[in-house]
């Protein structure tokens, strides 16, 4: 069993950053893959970045590439969303979530475990 809990939400303008954490607790983190997902109102869940177990491998969607920027640290049991030049369009709820094992996926149905959210908000 693995709990999560995300941090570092707020309220920022357009073009500012914000750094978020996931804060493992339990098993052994290291050995999960891990992903970040948001949801804005209205919208259903959507994929935004994936990590593998070691951190070496990376993905990102169309919307955030150049912009977002994933990494972790298994010593801490912490996974991190670096954001920047961030966009109205990037408000929503993010989650951080959680599957044991080497394989990453951008299909939120295969995370085992998940955070609770963290609110972001991009003001124009």
């Known amino acids: 069993q693995v709990q999560l809990v995300e941090s570092g939400g707020g309220l920022v303008q357009a073009g500012g950053s914000l750094r978020l954490s996931c804060a493992a607790s339990g098993r052994t983190f290291s050995r999960y893959a891990a992903a970040w997902f948001r949801q804005a109102p209205g919208k259903e869940r959507e994929f935004v970045a994936r990590?593998?177990?070691?951190?070496?491998?990376?993905y990102y969607a169309d919307s955030v590439k150049g912009r977002f920027t994933i990494s972790r640290d298994n010593a801490k049991n912490t996974v991190y969303l670096q954001m920047n030049s961030l966009k109205p369009e990037d408000t929503a709820v993010y989650y951080c979530a959680a599957r044991p094992g080497t394989v990453t996926t951008t299909m939120a149905v295969r995370y085992d475990y998940w955070g609770q959210g963290t609110q972001v908000t991009v003001s124009s």
């Open positions: 990590i593998s177990w070691s951190g070496d491998s990376t």
